[in-house]
């Protein structure tokens, strides 16, 4: 049973990029088993995939963040973590990191979610 | 297509039945999960891989699936069940794709 818990700063200003780490405990983030995502929703929004870390970091993020993103894995801090650059207010969100098993498509595992607000 | 179509707001009586639908060309290709979200927390799976069932979900919920449709039926709804529900899958490039969610409203 893994457990994924975000952190990371919980303001970011306009145009600088928004840094988040997800720390993982009950599993090795270097795993076949898993594969690690990243999900946000705006206020009031629904749910946006922004990106999947696969076993041997291949990486995949979502066409309308245009770039922006770069997820990573620290196999020593058994964390992954996400960069997304050039915010804007749109960025405002609550940021959830998540877990699935490899060949399955569900996220089996949620963290609580931080909540990042882009404001000078 | 990779966009999946969900009906905005579904209200269901105390101990009856809702089914909640979630619609889109990539289901013809890759199964749909479910997660229920309610105010304030992280979403939840609820049915993964079309119909199966996390330990520890209530067997109120099923999954199924036919041609380009995914549904979720909570059978006899409780007033713990009332939440935004949320389909996803994958898209035409394989990138993961979340419907637009369902707001259930338990009466």
């Known amino acids: 049973q893994l457990h994924l818990q975000e952190s990371g700063p919980g303001q970011v200003k306009p145009s600088e990029t928004l840094s988040l780490t997800c720390n993982v405990s009950g599993g090795s983030i270097g795993s076949s088993s898993y594969y690690w995502d990243w999900v946000r929703q705006s206020p009031g929004k629904g749910l946006e995939w922004i990106g999947t870390?696969?076993?041997?970091?291949?990486?995949y993020d979502n066409p309308s963040l245009k770039s922006r993103v770069t997820i990573s894995v620290d196999t020593s801090k058994n964390q992954f973590s996400l960069e997304l650059t050039s915010v804007t207010a749109a960025d405002t969100a609550v940021y959830y990191c998540?877990?699935?098993?490899?060949?399955?498509?569900?996220?089996?595992?949620w963290g609580q979610g931080t909540l990042v607000t882009v404001s000078s | 297509s990779s966009e999946l179509i969900q009906d905005p707001d579904v209200s269901v009586a105390l101990g009856r039945t809702v089914r909640i639908t979630c619609q889109g060309d990539?289901?013809?290709?890759?199964?749909a999960s479910w997660y229920q979200q309610k105010p304030g927390q992280a979403p939840v799976l609820v049915i993964s891989g079309k119909t199966n069932r996390p330990s520890g979900i209530s067997d109120r919920f099923s999954g199924s699936s036919s041609g380009n449709t995914a549904s979720l039926t909570i059978t006899g709804a409780q007033a713990e069940d009332e939440a935004d529900y949320y389909c996803?899958?994958?898209?035409?490039?394989?990138?993961?794709?979340f419907g637009p969610g369902t707001k259930v409203t338990v009466l």
């Open positions: 996803d899958s994958r898209g035409s490039s394989g990138n993961r794709v």
């Open positions: 990539s289901l013809r290709r890759y199964s």
């Open positions: 870390l696969y076993y041997g970091g291949s990486t």
């Open positions: 998540a877990s699935g098993y490899t060949g399955f498509n569900s996220l089996d595992y």
